[in-house]
């Protein structure tokens, strides 16, 4: 469960109990107070994945270049491999 | 309150009472010094300055009249004010007729305690917003409720206008092939809203859309006359919600493209953490034009040629199967049906 | 927005729906647990995309649907007492109980106040220091550590006046009750996500191993999804049954350590009943003893209720992916979102609900 989306952390505000440490994180320019006490490494610009105002995970940004490669890999594989094996079903998207 | 954009550009003058109180409301002096000290001193012509019981107006032609209540909390918000709102929101029901909008009513419901420069920040924002949109306010009435029943203040706006002798709106006239058209980005109202509201707040550059839409209508019935059949603005239940009754009640299909729909960056991130749906978001700015397909192109290219609807785009088109229901093509190619909510979209966890 | 758009990408999104047409043989069921995989699912009409062979069968990851009705009717118990702050997550309040949803007791009084975070509730309680603010704390894994977060802040803070009403679950024991039962055909499971952000992915291997099914993890974006799909169906192929961790940019072995310490220090595991399914055992978390004064069902007078279900509402099989919606007789005409029956039809993540919105109808 649960709707909890990436946003990059902006600023960090230390306190000396680590349950309080907050930051902001940026989605796409909406910023919200997020608190980071369970992301204790997160450093400035890391992204992180937040659910209800708190921060739940750090993005392993290595990890997501890798599988957004691999993906771009089987992208490109389909254009070589040219029309869908299977077109029913499947509409075209019309991007005009 | 954030900025005072209205009483910078019309000055409160010195008042010798800081907050509303049920004598105000009484209909005695103190209603006469609300009056003429608030009011009249902001609104000035004819018709209202006659102080009549009503207003006398001198029409030629069919007349388009609506009303519209506006009961909104917070009353001030990223983007304007309660009374931008009740000004825009009657001139665009008028310009959804088809009609010029000429005159309005204004009606204020005032909770006791109301700071008078609140008050007076949002009777600017009325007097802006009808000189924009070049409508005047030549009637109305106050009156002051006890404290607690009430959201500040309350505003009724009842408009006349005229209407455009080629205006043939009618759900009985939408047939397949005609084109829907948007003027322009969806859901900026409601998430301007939402990022103010207790319990939801987020910082963000998102202004509410509220604006005149008159003139996009007036030139569009001008140019194009019964090929424009219907317009529709959005408001409360957004895009997915109209389309629905113009789906239900014209019995025909609906086929709308998600990629085509205008969104700003910061609403959509702003719908995404919350978990909403930008199809079912209120707007105050933009209306939903369905026009015949010959004349689609064209009439895209009259709304982009205005201010207001430099994004407008075609976001789909009506067909025979199907009727009754609107479906949406999403972006990594599947489909499904865009309903009705039963209720308020609310933020989700999950 | 980046690490999210990423994974809409079309072209991908058709290339792996090839695959997996190209690959299956035979049918297959497979289970998404999560909520949020179904609205995925559903909103961007993948459904209909996959081959016909493949059946995704909806489970009961829904904290809102599966929150027992009898919670719900002390959540509005509590909301109507005269100086109590009832403040909750938005797809909540509109869930039937007994008599009403927290929505509807609006209408009698109730001072019910939506908020995105449990530490906006604390906030209400700080701005509200005469008023008894009460948090409807229900989630699985993933919100257990939020909410047991704002306990905390409070017990630090020395706020008095804020207490939660829980209503948490879990995923592992919910599988194996459903892989238990004699009726499930569940050959593979899809696995939330973001629950495993929290927890980790190491305690779905002894699942896979006892069970002998597949499970991936997977996150939510179309891409995901569908990755997480194929996997699966290539696992079924070749009759593995392994764990499989499809979302490595957020899910790592051990999970999140904090995230963990967090709820542990402020929850323990007991038995939760779960609507529509009944008591599984060990399946949710309690407010544990040292914490008790905020723990709202200990500290304010809450009577405890069994709650009346719709007996003719067919949630449970639902829950457990025996039926479908549009199978049910109610669903359509009776059950619907305006006038919903049972719990899956009024959260929009329940199974009813998105395929009422998403367009299918009544068998």
């Not at chain 2, 409601?190 to 007036?218: K, W």
Request: charged content about 25%.
């Amino acid at each position: 469960m649960c709707l909890a989306i990436p946003g990059k952390v902006i600023s960090i505000k230390e306190s000396s109990d680590e349950i309080f440490k907050i930051g902001i994180v940026s989605f796409d320019g909406i910023n919200r107070e997020v608190n980071l006490a369970m992301v204790p490494e997160v450093q400035l610009n890391d992204y992180v994945l937040v659910h209800v105002g708190v921060a739940i995970q750090t993005l392993d940004e290595e990890e997501a270049m890798k599988t957004m490669e691999y993906l771009k890999e089987l992208e490109d594989l389909n254009e070589e491999l040219g029309p869908d094996i299977n077109q029913e079903g499947i509409d075209e998207g019309d991007k005009n | 309150m954030s900025d005072r954009k209205f009483t910078l550009q019309c000055p409160m003058p010195e008042l010798d009472f800081e907050v509303v109180t049920l004598g105000h409301g009484s209909g005695g002096k103190l209603t006469n010094d609300l009056l003429d000290k608030g009011v009249f001193s902001l609104f000035q012509n004819d018709a209202l300055q006659q102080r009549h019981d009503g207003a006398f107006l001198d029409i030629q032609g069919k007349i388009a009249f609506t009303t519209d209540s506006f009961v909104i909390n917070p009353i001030f918000f990223p983007g304007g004010n309660i009374g931008e709102l009740s000004v825009n929101g009657t001139v665009n029901d008028l310009a959804m007729c088809g009609a010029d909008p000429k005159y309005i009513s204004l009606s204020l419901i005032i909770e006791e305690g109301m700071r008078i420069d609140d008050l007076w920040e949002v009777l600017a924002g009325v007097k802006v917003s009808a000189e924009a949109a070049g409508v005047q306010v030549v009637t109305g009435d106050t009156k002051v409720v006890e404290k607690g029943k009430g959201d500040q203040v309350f505003i009724n706006t009842t408009g006349v206008g005229i209407t455009h002798p080629a205006v043939d709106f009618s759900m009985d006239r939408i047939s397949p092939e005609d084109v829907v058209i948007v003027s322009g980005p969806i859901a900026a109202h409601g998430m301007a809203i939402m990022s103010v509201r207790e319990g939801l707040t987020f910082e963000s550059d998102i202004i509410s859309d509220t604006r005149p839409l008159h003139e996009i209508t007036s030139s569009l019935i001008d140019k194009y006359g019964k090929d424009i059949k219907l317009l529709r603005d959005p408001t409360r239940g957004g895009v997915a919600t109209v389309l629905n009754e113009v789906a239900k009640f014209s019995r025909v299909g609906i086929e709308l493209n998600e990629y085509r729909f205008p969104v700003d960056t910061q609403v959509k991130a702003a719908c995404e953490m919350l978990g909403l749906d930008p199809l079912y978001v209120a707007n105050e700015g933009i209306f939903l034009a369905v026009v015949k397909k010959d004349i689609a192109q064209q009439a895209l290219s009259t709304i982009q040629s205005h201010r207001y609807g430099r994004q407008a785009t075609i976001i789909g088109e009506v067909q025979e199967e199907n009727p009754g229901k609107v479906f949406i093509k999403s972006k990594i190619g599947g489909r499904r049906v865009v309903g009705m909510l039963a209720g308020e979209q609310l933020p989700r966890i999950c | 927005m980046k690490y999210l758009e990423e994974f809409r990408n079309e072209k991908q999104v058709k290339k792996l729906l090839n695959d997996i047409h190209s690959i299956v043989t035979r049918e297959w069921s497979i289970m998404e647990i999560c909520g949020g995989q179904t609205h995925s699912l559903v909103k961007n009409g993948i459904l209909n995309l996959l081959p016909g062979e493949i059946t995704m069968v909806h489970g009961p990851g829904c904290p809102v649907c599966v929150t027992p009705i009898g919670m719900i009717d002390r959540a509005v118990e509590l909301a109507l007492k005269k100086n109590v702050i009832m403040c909750s997550f938005g797809d909540m309040v509109r869930v039937p109980g007994s008599e009403m949803s927290l929505m509807k007791s609006k209408a009698l009084g109730a001072d019910i106040r939506i908020v995105y975070s449990p530490l906006d509730a604390l906030k209400i309680a700080r701005d509200n220091p005469d008023r008894e603010v009460v948090f409807f704390a229900v989630g699985f894994e993933t919100t257990a550590p939020a909410n047991a977060l704002s306990v905390i802040q409070a017990a630090k803070s020395g706020l008095r006046n804020y207490s939660i009403l829980t209503s948490h679950v879990l995923v592992p024991p919910a599988m194996e009750a459903i892989l238990s039962d004699e009726e499930t055909r569940i050959d593979g499971f899809l696995a939330a996500g973001h629950v495993c952000a929290i927890m980790g992915s190491e305690e779905y291997e002894p699942i896979t191993k006892k069970y002998r099914v597949p499970v991936v993890i997977t996150g939510f974006e179309p891409v995901d999804l569908l990755h997480g799909i194929k996997s699966c169906v290539e696992q079924l192929e070749s009759g593995k049954s392994e764990l499989d961790n499809q979302y490595k940019r957020v899910v790592r072995r051990a999970g999140n350590q904090e995230a963990q310490s967090v709820i542990f220090e402020i929850f323990e595991v007991g038995d939760r009943e779960w609507r529509g399914i009944g008591m599984i055992p060990s399946s949710g978390y309690h407010v544990k003893e040292k914490y008790s004064d905020y723990d709202a069902i200990r500290k304010l007078d809450v009577v405890a209720v069994d709650g009346k279900e719709n007996p003719d509402c067919m949630a449970g099989l639902i829950l457990k992916g025996l039926k479908k919606p549009h199978e049910c007789p109610l669903f359509g005409n009776k059950c619907s979102p305006s006038n919903p029956q049972g719990a899956p039809m009024v959260s929009s993540e329940g199974a009813c609900a998105a395929y009422y919105h998403f367009g299918y109808e009544p068998e």
